[in-house]
């Protein structure tokens, strides 16, 4: 009978009706029994029992930086895009104990020696992915407690998997705690209490937690996929609590091609002497953080106009002002030989997202890409031509908009 019983929880409602009548008529159930049962099932019917023990599982891609970045990060303004090259998914299964899976590879703690050991420490750096999905859990319970918003008490077991090439600026670490964040909203049943403009606020919070130094563009190209344009001015971000993001048809674009290395760069180094001066208040730095988030402001006419010579100005200015504001050195040769491998034969090229990869864009066309992937293959960089995810939103997330309430 308890076999039974457990089994309502975890199948459809008709299916275990079906099984109930089986039970009635060939056991010797006590009548109480049964009655539990019958109840067990219509409150499952009316949607007021546990949910059912179904798999969850999201995915969120890799965005790139298209204009503006790094400016997101000093209440500037970004074009970003979301792509299907690239993506994270996570798995939530109902389980009776809370459980963060490690990944197998990319949380590593069984080595073959010492040696692998810190030649792995040395090329990937200390931490995967379970840190994100831990820091997810909290950053999503504490909103819920502050919002009043109700949750059932079941656990779970959360598990993820990604293709994005590691700490290379397409926000792999956002991408993890994107598809997590969704996953924990579909389980309690609260997507449409947390609205769609509050959740890249809430993964940056997950972030912010580890001591990343993070911005808001590529969580909220994660979270709105397709093509966005943000504005994170501080007094309109101070008045609604996040800033203004617009979809823009992903068809006002050129192809683009994505260069990227092996390169693993923690985000949090890149930025750490910049963010310092900006904070102590560096004329240089916060003028050319103007600059940068007027790129964007300029990118987004020229994306409407589809005047993609100026398209191809702005970005190489992009990162001309970025390798002004930090320098080479924390750039490093590396990124830097990936934008100029591509000025090199006329696409316009800047990284898209903090080092590690580059988004270039060849203004005239097909002959170029050919001379592109030849200097890359030499180079030892990789190349793909880019394909752009769609808007991600469905019709809850669309309510939760403030525009729709
Ligand atoms: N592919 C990955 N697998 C597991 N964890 C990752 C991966 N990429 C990033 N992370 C996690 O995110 C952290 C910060 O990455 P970050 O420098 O922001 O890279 P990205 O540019 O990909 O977002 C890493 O220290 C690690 O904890
Ligand atoms: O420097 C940048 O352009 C971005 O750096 C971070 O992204 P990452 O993918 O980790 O390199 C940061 O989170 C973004 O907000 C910055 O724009
Ligand atoms: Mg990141």
Redesign the pocket.
């Known amino acids: 009978m308890e076999l039974q019983l457990l089994s309502i929880h975890t199948k459809s409602a008709k299916f275990t009706l079906l099984e109930l009548q089986l039970l009635s008529i060939h056991t010797i159930a006590s009548q109480t029994m049964v009655r539990r049962l019958w109840q067990a099932v219509e409150e499952r019917m009316e949607g007021n029992g546990p949910p059912p023990a179904t798999i969850i599982e999201h995915k969120a891609y890799a965005r790139i930086?298209l204009l503006g970045?790094?400016s997101?990060?000093y209440h500037g303004r970004?074009i970003s895009l979301n792509i299907s090259n690239f993506w994270a998914s996570v798995r939530l299964e109902p389980s009776s104990d809370l459980k963060i899976v490690h990944h197998p590879t990319h949380d590593l703690f069984k080595f073959s020696s010492l040696s692998h050991l810190v030649n792995r420490l040395e090329n990937e750096g200390y931490y995967g992915g379970v840190r994100l999905l831990m820091a997810t859990c909290k950053v999503f319970t504490k909103y819920c407690k502050e919002q009043g918003i109700n949750r059932h008490n079941n656990n779970f077991s959360l598990s993820y998997e990604t293709n994005i090439p590691r700490?290379t600026?397409?926000?792999?670490?956002?991408a993890i705690v994107c598809a997590a964040f969704s996953c924990l909203v579909d389980f309690y049943k609260v997507r449409d209490k947390i609205g769609v403009e509050i959740r890249p606020q809430l993964i940056l919070n997950a972030e912010k937690e580890l001591g990343?130094?993070?911005?808001?563009?590529?969580r909220v190209a994660q979270v709105y996929g397709g093509l966005v344009y943000m504005d994170f001015e501080k007094s309109k971000m101070d008045e609604c609590g996040h800033g203004i993001y617009t979809q823009l048809d992903t068809s006002l674009l050129p192809p683009l091609h994505l260069i990227y290395a092996e390169n693993p760069s923690d985000?949090g180094k890149?930025?750490s002497t910049v963010r310092q001066r900006w904070l102590d208040g560096d004329k240089f730095i916060i003028s050319s953080m103007e600059k940068v988030a007027n790129l964007a402001l300029e990118g987004k006419t020229a994306l409407l106009e589809k005047d993609y010579v100026k398209l191809a100005t702005l970005m190489n200015q992009n990162f001309d002002l970025r390798r002004r504001m930090f320098g080479d050195t924390a750039l490093g040769g590396l990124n830097i030989e990936m934008v100029e491998v591509g000025r090199r034969v006329g696409a316009a090229t800047k990284?898209?997202?903090?080092?590690?990869a580059v988004v270039a864009f060849f203004p005239e066309g097909p002959s170029q890409v050919k001379l592109l992937e030849e200097s890359c293959k030499k180079s030892g960089f990789y190349i793909v031509s880019v394909e752009v995810v769609p808007s991600l939103l469905n019709e809850i997330d669309i309510r939760t908009l403030s525009s729709n309430k």
Do not use: E, F
């Open positions: 930086g970045n790094p997101d990060v970004s700490q600026g397409l926000s792999g670490s956002s990343m130094v993070v911005g808001l563009q590529d985000s890149v930025h990284l898209t997202g903090s080092g590690g």
